[in-house]
C-alpha cells in the first residue's frame, strides 16, 4: 500500500503542478454548465439535469483523454518508465497507483462539478437531492470506467498527442455503442449511465462499470509488462481466476448455456463456442507452462476469455434486482398499496403473472422495458404471485401463447446500426387468478407500469366488483350511432379505463328513479331535455354518490355546450325534425339549487399562469388553464381532499367557474383551483354562431382580449373549477357529489399524451377523475398509488422572471387596446358633434338637415372603415412588437442565467488554481539562492 501511495500522491501533486491541471477542471465545469443549461433545459423547466445527463458520455469521451494521454506516455518520451519499474515494487501496484492518480484528479473535478451545478440549480429551483447524489455517482463510475480507457491509450504511445488520440477511440468504443443495435444497450456507458439518472443506484450499473476498469486495466497491465512477454505463468493464473469467478456466478453460466428463459445473447451452439474458447484459454496458459511462446497470441486468447466473462458477468447482474431506490418519493420501489395488495391475498389466491417481453425493444421503450422487468422481480418475491417471464419474438411459441392472451407485437421505429428499420416487439402481461384473468397487451411510454400491475391483480382478487352508471346523454361517451352523422361514435378511453376496476353499465335518465349505482357519472347534463333533468335531480337529492361533468365550452366538440343549440337529428344534411330544447337552456338551475352553488353555463375561465414553457406558444392560442401546485394560488388542490391531495398538475380547457351560493347549507370543499391572475369571459366573448347543413355551429374565436384579475371572495384572481359538495340530508343520505367544470379534461388527447409521452407532458387529469370516482364510491384503495410520481420541481425563480415580462406583455397589449378604444371613442365623437351643428343649423330646413345627416353617416362610415382598418393594424403591429420584446426579453433571462452559470461555476477552481501557483512561486522564489535570481537593470 505504501507503494501504491507513493505512486498516487506523485502523480497526483505532478497534474496540479501546473496550469494545465487547473485549466483542464475549468474547461471540464465550463462545459458541464453549458451542456447542463441548454435552451431545452429552460423549455422543460424542471430543476434536474437529465440535460447534462445525455451529453455527458460524450463530453467524458472528449475530456478523459487530456487527463490520462500522460500517465504513461510522458514516462516513456522522457525515460523514467525505466527507473520507475526498478522501484521495489509489483507492475500491478504501480498501475494502481497510476489509476487511482488520474481517479483522484477526475474526482477533484467532479466534486467542484457537483457543488457549482447543485448551486445553480438551487438558485433557480429546488432540486431532488437524492436525485443529484444518484446522477453524480453515476458520473463518478462513468469516469472512472473510461479512465481506464485512457490510460491503455497512454501507455500504448509515446506521444501524450497520439494517446490522446488513441483515447477518443478506446473511450468512444463503449460509448458509441449505445448508438448501434438495441442488443447493446446494456453494454454501452449511457445505456447504464441513465438509470443513475432516474435516481437509481443501479447494482448492473455498478457491476458493468467496474468490469469495465477490470478489463481495461488488465489491457493495460499487459501492455506495461510487454517487456517481459514470454510464457506468463502469472497471467495464466489471472484467466484462471476469472474463469472460476465466472463459474462462481451460476446464473451467468445458465444464460450462456441457454438453461434460463431470460437467456437470449446469442443462439446455443454460439455459447457452447464460448465455453470452448474459454477452456482452450486455460489450456494455454496453463499445460504450455515454461516453453517458449508468441506473448501475443496467449494475450489475444485470454484478452477474447476476459471479454466474453465481462459479457457475463454483466449478463448474471441484470437478471438480479439488487437497484436501490434513492429518489424523494421512492418511486421505483414498490409502493405500500402495492404490498398491502399483495400481502393481504389469501393463502387460495395464487395470482400467476404471464410477462411476454421481447429482449429488444426500440430505445425509446428500453426504460419501460427495465422497469418492468425491475418490478416483475419484487412482485415474484411475495408467497401467493409467481411470476414467468418469456422472451418473445416473433413466430415463436412464446408469441403464439401471447396472442392467446391477447397481447400482439406492437410496429415501431428504430435505429439499428444507423439504419432506421420496423422493430416488431412485445411488451405485454397477462394475469390470472384461478378461471380470471386480466391482460395488459402493452406498456406504453408513459403507461404507469406498477398501477396497472396492482390494479389489475386488485380488480382479480376482489370479491365482488361494484357497478357504476353512466347517464345517457349527448356527450355519448360509451360510444354509439351519433344521429345527426349516422357515424359510429368510439367508446371514450375513460370509459375503457374505468371497466378495469368496475362493471360499468348505461343507463337512461328515466330509469335512474329504480337504480342505485356505487357512483353515477353525468356527462354534460346540460344537454337533457325537460323530460330528462328531473330523474337526474332527484337521483342526487336522494343521496346517491354523483360525478358531474359539465363544460361551459368543450373544445373538442363546441356543439355540446349548454349556450349551443342542439344540431337537428337526421344526417349530415339536416333534414330531421327540430331537435328538443335542453332544459333551462342547459342553466341546469334546478340541479344547482339542491347543490346550492353557483355555476353560470355560459361563463369560461382563463388563467394566464404556464408551467410548460416550450409549448407556450401552443397553449397562447386558446385558453389553456393550468392548475399546478406552482401558480403562487391558495391550495390548488384543495385542503386534503383524497381525491385531489397530492396532484401536481391538471390542464383544462375553458373550464367553468363554481362557488357555493351565500348562506349554503351544504359543504363546498375545493378540488382544483386556479392562480391569482385567473379571470373570467363571457360566452360572446369567446364564440360567434355559424351557420351549416345541421343548423347553427359554435365556432371559436382568436386574438381573445386579455383581462385583468378578478376578485373572487377571500382570495383575488383564485377561481375553483372542480369541487366536492356534501349536504345535509334530502332524503335519507346527504347529498354526495364532485362537479367538474371541464369535459375534456379526460378527452381521448390526455390518455394519448399520458401514454405516448409527447414532450414528456406529465398531467394529473385521468388519476384525478379516476380518484373522484373511487372516493365516491367507498373504494380508495388505489388512489395513493394513481397519483405516486416525482415531485414537479420547476425553475421557480425563472419562472418568476419570466412572470414579470409576460405581466408587461399584458400591460402593452391592455395599453394598446385601450388607445384603439379611445381611438374610437374619439372618431365617434367627432360624428356626434358634427351632427349636432347640422342640427343646430338654424339655415337649414329639416329636409336639408336629413339630407346633410344622411350624407355625414355615408361618410363617416365609411371613414369609420378605414380608421378602423387602420386601428387594427396599429394595434396588431403594437402587439405582435409586445410580443416580440417579450420573447427576447424571456430568451434574453435564460441566457444570463446560463452564461452566468458557466462562468461562474468554474470560479472557484481557477482562483484555487492562481493561489496555489503563486504559493508555489513564493516558495521557490525563497528556496532560490539570491545570486542567481534575475536582477533588472539600473
Do not use: C
Not at 246 to 257: F, N, V
Not at 308 to 335: H, R
Amino acid at each position: 500500500m505504501s507503494v501504491i501511495l507513493a505512486v498516487f500522491k506523485r502523480n497526483l501533486v505532478s497534474y496540479f503542478s501546473g496550469v494545465i491541471g487547473y485549466l483542464f477542471v475549468a474547461v471540464f465545469l465550463g462545459a458541464s454548465a453549458y451542456l447542463a443549461f441548454s435552451e431545452q433545459f429552460f423549455a422543460n423547466n424542471l430543476a434536474n439535469l437529465d440535460q447534462l445527463n445525455l451529453w455527458f458520455p460524450a463530453l467524458l469521451v472528449v475530456l478523459i483523454p487530456a487527463i490520462t494521454m500522460s500517465s504513461w506516455a510522458d514516462e516513456r518520451r522522457f525515460g523514467t518508465d525505466e527507473l520507475l519499474f526498478t522501484l521495489p515494487a509489483t507492475d500491478l501496484q504501480i498501475l494502481i497507483g497510476k489509476y487511482l492518480a488520474v481517479l483522484g484528479v477526475y474526482s477533484i473535478a467532479l466534486l467542484f462539478n457537483a457543488v457549482g451545478l447543485s448551486l445553480a440549480l438551487l438558485v433557480m429551483g429546488s432540486p431532488d437531492w437524492s436525485l443529484l447524489l444518484t446522477v453524480f455517482i453515476g458520473f463518478w463510475f462513468a469516469g472512472a470506467a473510461l479512465l481506464a480507457a485512457g490510460l491503455v491509450a497512454s501507455a500504448a504511445s509515446k506521444s501524450p498527442t497520439v494517446a490522446y488520440l488513441l483515447g477518443l477511440f478506446v473511450g468512444g468504443v463503449p460509448v458509441m455503442l449505445y448508438y448501434g443495435s438495441t442488443a447493446f444497450l446494456g453494454y454501452s456507458v449511457a445505456g447504464n449511465l441513465r438509470t443513475f439518472g432516474l435516481g437509481i443506484l443501479s447494482f448492473s450499473g455498478i457491476v458493468y462499470f467496474v468490469s469495465l476498469i477490470a478489463l481495461f486495466l488488465f489491457v493495460n497491465y499487459v501492455l506495461i509488462t510487454g517487456r517481459f512477454w514470454s510464457t506468463g505463468p502469472g497471467r495464466a493464473a489471472l484467466l484462471v481466476g476469472l474463469f472460476v469467478a465466472m463459474i462462481a456466478l451460476p446464473e451467468g453460466l445458465l444464460l450462456w448455456l441457454g438453461l434460463n428463459s431470460a437467456a437470449s445473447w446469442a443462439p446455443l451452439a454460439i455459447r457452447v463456442g464460448v465455453i470452448l474458447v474459454l477452456a482452450l484459454g486455460l489450456f494455454l496458459g496453463t499445460a504450455i507452462k515454461g516453453r517458449e511462446i508468441r506473448s501475443g497470441l496467449l494475450f489475444a486468447v485470454e484478452f477474447v476469455a476476459l471479454a466474453i466473462t465481462f459479457v457475463s458477468v454483466n449478463q448474471a447482474a441484470n437478471s438480479y434486482n439488487m437497484d436501490v431506490d434513492l429518489t424523494s418519493e421512492k418511486l421505483y420501489s414498490l409502493s405500500s398499496t402495492t404490498d398491502t395488495t399483495l400481502s393481504s391475498l389469501k393463502s387460495d389466491q395464487e395470482v400467476i403473472i404471464r410477462a411476454f417481453i421481447s429482449p429488444e425493444v426500440p430505445k425509446q421503450f428500453a426504460p419501460q422495458r427495465n422497469t418492468l422487468l425491475g418490478l416483475l422481480r419484487q412482485y415474484d418475491s411475495y408467497n401467493n404471485v409467481i411470476v414467468q417471464i418469456s422472451e418473445t419474438r416473433q413466430f415463436t411459441p412464446e408469441a403464439t401463447e401471447a396472442q392467446r392472451f391477447g397481447i400482439d407485437a406492437q410496429v415501431r421505429e428504430a435505429e439499428q446500426a444507423g439504419r432506421k428499420v420496423v422493430l416488431p416487439f412485445y411488451l405485454g402481461v397477462a394475469i390470472t387468478s384461478g378461471d380470471s384473468e386480466n391482460v395488459l397487451p402493452f406498456f406504453d411510454l408513459g403507461t404507469p407500469v406498477e398501477y396497472e400491475l396492482t390494479s389489475a391483480i386488485y380488480a382479480l382478487t376482489r370479491p365482488k366488483r361494484k357497478t357504476l352508471g353512466i347517464l345517457k346523454t349527448d356527450a355519448k361517451v360509451t360510444g354509439g350511432l351519433d344521429m345527426s352523422t349516422f357515424q359510429q361514435s368510439p367508446e371514450w378511453p375513460i370509459v375503457a379505463e374505468l371497466k378495469k376496476l368496475y362493471d360499468v353499465k348505461e343507463v337512461e335518465p328515466k330509469d335512474l328513479a329504480n337504480s342505485d349505482f356505487a357512483t353515477l357519472l353525468a356527462f354534460m347534463p346540460s344537454t337533457l331535455t325537460d323530460q330528462e333533468l328531473p330523474f337526474l335531480v332527484a337521483y342526487v337529492k336522494s343521496g346517491h354518490p354523483t360525478l358531474i361533468v359539465d363544460d361551459p365550452y368543450p373544445f373538442w366538440n363546441p356543439d355540446l355546450a349548454p349556450s349551443s343549440e342542439k344540431p337537428r337529428q337526421g344526417g349530415m344534411f339536416g333534414g330531421g325534425p327540430p331537435p328538443t330544447p335542453k332544459a333551462d337552456g342547459g342553466r341546469l338551475t334546478p340541479l344547482l339549487d339542491v347543490l346550492e352553488v353557483a355555476w353560470d353555463s355560459g361563463r369560461t375561465v382563463w388563467d394566464p399562469y404556464n408551467p410548460q414553457v416550450k409549448l407556450a406558444d401552443v397553449f397562447r392560442r386558446f385558453d389553456a388553464v393550468f392548475i399546478d401546485k406552482n401558480s403562487g394560488g391558495s391550495m390548488p388542490f384543495g385542503d386534503k381532499s383524497p381525491i385531489s391531495n397530492g396532484l401536481q398538475q391538471v390542464l383544462m380547457l375553458y373550464p367553468g367557474q363554481l362557488q357555493p351560493r351565500q348562506g349554503a347549507r351544504t359543504t363546498f370543499t375545493n378540488l382544483l383551483r386556479t392562480g391569482k391572475e385567473s379571470y373570467t369571459r363571457e360566452w360572446d366573448e369567446i364564440v360567434e354562431q355559424g351557420g351549416g347543413f345541421m343548423g347553427p355551429r359554435t365556432q371559436l374565436k382568436t386574438d381573445l382580449e386579455r383581462k385583468e384579475p378578478e376578485m373572487f371572495g377571500d382570495n383575488p384572481g383564485e377561481i375553483v373549477t372542480a369541487a366536492q359538495i356534501k349536504g345535509p340530508k334530502a332524503d335519507s343520505k346527504p347529498v354526495n357529489v364532485v362537479f367538474i367544470t371541464d369535459l375534456d379534461m379526460i378527452s381521448k388527447p390526455f390518455f394519448d399524451i399520458r401514454d405516448q409521452q409527447f414532450e414528456n407532458l406529465d398531467f394529473d387529469n385521468i388519476a384525478f377523475v379516476l380518484n373522484a370516482v373511487d372516493v365516491l364510491a367507498g373504494v380508495d384503495t388505489l388512489v395513493p398509488l394513481r397519483i405516486r410520481r416525482g415531485q414537479h420541481r420547476t425553475l421557480k425563480r425563472v419562472e418568476n422572471k419570466r412572470r414579470e415580462v409576460e405581466r408587461k406583455e399584458i400591460e402593452d397589449r391592455t395599453r394598446a387596446e385601450d388607445k384603439a378604444k379611445k381611438k374610437n371613442e374619439e372618431a365617434t365623437q367627432n360624428f356626434v358633434e358634427m351632427a349636432n351643428k347640422i342640427r343646430e343649423d338654424k339655415s337649414l330646413d329639416r329636409q336639408q338637415q336629413e339630407i346633410k345627416l344622411a350624407q355625414l353617416a355615408e361618410n363617416q362610415t365609411r371613414q369609420m372603415a378605414v380608421i378602423e382598418a387602420q386601428i387594427k393594424d396599429e394595434t396588431n403591429q403594437e402587439i405582435r412588437v409586445s410580443r416580440d420584446r417579450t420573447q427576447a426579453e424571456i430568451l434574453r433571462l435564460e441566457s444570463q442565467f446560463r452564461w452566468a452559470s458557466v462562468l461562474l461555476i468554474p470560479l472557484p477552481a481557477i482562483l484555487l488554481g492562481l493561489v496555489v501557483l503563486s504559493v508555489r512561486m513564493a516558495d521557490e522564489n525563497r528556496a532560490a539562492v539570491p545570486e542567481r535570481l534575475l536582477k533588472k537593470h539600473k
